[in-house]
T-cell receptor, first 116, second 112 residues
Framework: DTAVSQTPKYLVTQMGNDKSIKCEQN?????MYWYKQDSKKFLKIMFS???????INETVPNRFSPKSPDKAHLNLHINSLELGDSAVYFC???????????????FGPGTRLTVL | KQEVTQIPAALSVPEGENLVLNCSFT??????LQWFRQDPGKGLTSLLL?????REQTSGRLNASLDKSSGRSTLYIAASQPGDSATYLC???????????FGKGTKLSVKP
């Protein structure tokens, strides 16, 4: 069984387009995250949601908008895509005590976004 | 601002060797530290999580230690195998930023 799944796995699109990446976790966790891994393989958090509420919003352009329809899903919508948005995007989830991730974060397989 | 550094950036060893990967962090006020493994083109797999009150965690051939006061952690891999080849990432939670901060990883290659 896939714990954290993302779709699509690969996404190739033109500059200026709007695209979405979907994430689902079947672990019953109440916290979900989006991370960006750049071309230098540096992994950095973008957003964190706890029980559908935004907890962490790092310095990310407002073209990126996360949406959590329910606890098991956290989708990432990106407007007006730019070349610099090309990266691998990872979704993750964890079960937290309070708002601190005391427990392991489980990662999805990643979505490789290429903007042409 | 919390910064996580991993040394070395890359490591190549013959099969069977014991090895140590290093991770250092600048802000010792962390809640926990995790070691992950990333295979090429794949997601991250959590290997070990050490809470701030713990000194070490073990899983099979892996042993991770944490010295919070000095801002250091090590991941010890015993009797390395070619299947251990991957990038190993260290991440800390806490400090002033309150989220998971990753190092850039150590790319390990174990030669048969």
């Amino acid at each position: 069984d896939t714990a954290v799944s993302q779709t699509p796995k690969y996404l190739v699109t033109q500059m200026g387009n709007d695209k979405s990446i979907k994430c689902e976790q079947n672990l019953g966790h109440d916290t979900m995250y989006w991370y960006k891994q750049d071309s230098k393989k540096f992994l950095k958090i973008m957003f964190s949601y706890n029980n559908k509420e935004l907890i962490i919003n790092e310095t990310v352009p407002n073209r990126f908008s996360p949406k959590s329809p329910d606890k098991a899903h956290l989708n990432l919508h990106i407007n007006s895509l730019e070349l610099g948005d090309s990266a691998v995007y990872f979704c993750a989830s964890s079960q937290e005590r309070g708002l601190k991730p005391w427990n392991t974060q489980y990662f999805g397989p990643g979505t490789r976004l290429t903007v042409l | 601002k919390q910064e996580v550094t991993q040394i070395p950036a890359a490591l190549s060893v013959p099969e069977g060797e014991n090895l140590v990967l290093n991770c250092s962090f600048t802000d010792s006020a962390i809640y926990n530290l995790q070691w992950f493994r990333q295979d090429p083109g794949k997601g991250l797999t959590s290997l070990l999580l050490i809470q701030s009150s713990q000194r070490e965690q073990t899983s099979g051939r892996l042993n991770a230690s944490l010295d919070k006061s000095s801002g250091r952690s090590t991941l010890y891999i015993a009797a390395s195998q070619p299947g251990d080849s991957a990038t190993y990432l260290c991440a800390v939670y806490g400090g002033s930023q309150g989220n998971l901060i990753f190092g850039k990883g150590t790319k390990l290659s174990v030669k048969p």
